[in-house]
């Protein structure tokens, strides 16, 4: 079935022609599906990148000239379903050629109710929303494509980014995380050193795993989980998540986490680097296109070395709204945004960029491994 992606930026309407796939019903209406565009310069890890909480209201545009060469499979989750709203890419292999994989993309699409579109000139797209930003948009059926001007108006009441997205991805309820039963060579939980509590603003599972596999028991809390109940728990450090959305919108996580800052070592990663810099007083700001691939190059101030570094983010934290306390110490080498944060007298710290994702090297590793030294001292 032919479809059409259609972006609306002002009173300008722009549409690209392609093949749906995935969850395609015979009813048309069904084949509508809403969310802001975005694009991804990650040349596989799809399957992750699909389950990221972080990409909820979000369709994501592949840069890759290939998409669903590894198929699917029951390992790479990062959470329990697919967040994005769906997806749009070139040129899609319908015959995976990896030894995990257990399934096709559109298999693994279809169990999941999700839609997207193939055969899309995804090099014009990705130019389009480079020049003009993320854009909302809606995925249709060529053959509705008379009722463009109404799904306008419908796209219009849908204001994605006054929208807590967060709230709408964390868990409803605190939980210890099984690393077991996704890793056996996780250590057991008669083993662990170190008790965590890692705030869900929209975790990965690899997160959890990165922590688990160093000896932390992980109990992970909703979003607005209070802080005195946090420090009730008697936990050896904070982890803040990744998440959705705008970090202005989340004034409960600020809140909880000004409490919690200096009483126990904090660690942050993308929204919780975000949520930690508000914590301190600095502002953010939204990102024209946002940062979302795995080639991004950040430098690490006191180092000097360069990491090579998975990211997912639409907004940004100013880095001359930061505190005397707050040391900036990362930096985007490709637009000079702030990366990294270190709050010494306060045992906290944060990164925006994803140290648990794999681009190629291990590069940021030992920012978890940072985190566990400050538990022990």
Excluded at 85 to 110: C, I, W
Excluded at 203 to 227: F, H, M, N, T
Excluded at 300 to 305: C, D, K, T
């Amino acid at each position: 079935m032919k479809g059409l992606l259609v972006l609306v930026s002002g009173s300008e309407t722009r549409t690209f022609e392609g093949t749906l796939f995935g969850a395609v019903s015979s009813d048309p209406s069904k084949n509508v599906i809403f969310g802001e565009i975005v694009f991804n310069t990650s040349m596989t890890g799809y399957q992750e990148i699909l389950t990221d909480p972080s990409y909820a209201g979000q369709m994501v545009c592949f840069t890759a000239a290939h998409i669903g060469n590894t198929g699917a499979n029951s390992e790479d989750w990062e959470s329990k379903t697919i967040h994005a709203h769906g997806l749009v890419l070139s040129s899609y292999t319908a015959r995976p050629s990896n030894f995990r994989s257990e399934k096709t993309l559109e298999d693994f699409l279809r169990e999941q109710g999700k839609l997207g579109l193939h055969g899309v000139d995804t090099r014009a797209l990705t130019l389009y929303l480079r020049d003009r930003g993320v854009t909302p948009g809606f995925i249709i059926p060529l053959e509705w494509k008379n009722r463009i001007p109404e799904l306008t108006q419908e796209l219009a009441k849908q204001n994605y980014a006054a929208i807590d997205w967060i709230r709408r991805v964390t868990t409803s309820e605190p939980y210890v995380f099984d690393a077991a039963a996704t890793d056996a060579s996780t250590p057991t939980k008669d083993s662990m050193q170190y008790s965590i509590v890692a705030y869900d603003y929209g975790i990965k599972a690899q997160l959890l795993r990165e922590l688990s596999k160093r000896g932390c028991e992980v109990r992970v809390v909703p979003a607005d989980y209070p802080a005195e109940k946090v420090l009730a728990m008697k936990p050896d450090g904070v982890f803040l998540s990744n998440g959705p959305g705008d970090p202005e919108l989340a004034d409960y996580a600020v809140k909880n986490v000004r409490v919690l800052l200096g009483k126990l070592p904090i660690f942050g990663v993308c929204m919780g680097h975000q949520v930690l810099a508000m914590a301190m007083g600095a502002k953010t700001y939204k990102l024209k296109f946002g940062h979302r691939g795995g080639n991004q190059p950040v430098q690490n101030l006191q180092s000097r070395s360069v990491e090579i570094s998975s990211h997912n983010h639409g907004y940004a934290v100013d880095a001359k709204t930061l505190p005397p306390d707050a040391v900036l110490s990362h930096v985007n080498l490709n637009d000079g945004c702030c990366e990294g944060i270190d709050v010494p007298a306060m045992k906290a710290f944060s990164v925006q960029y994803h140290p648990e994702s794999s681009p190629g090297p291990h590069d940021s590793s030992y920012l978890f491994d940072r985190f566990i030294g400050m538990l022990s001292v």
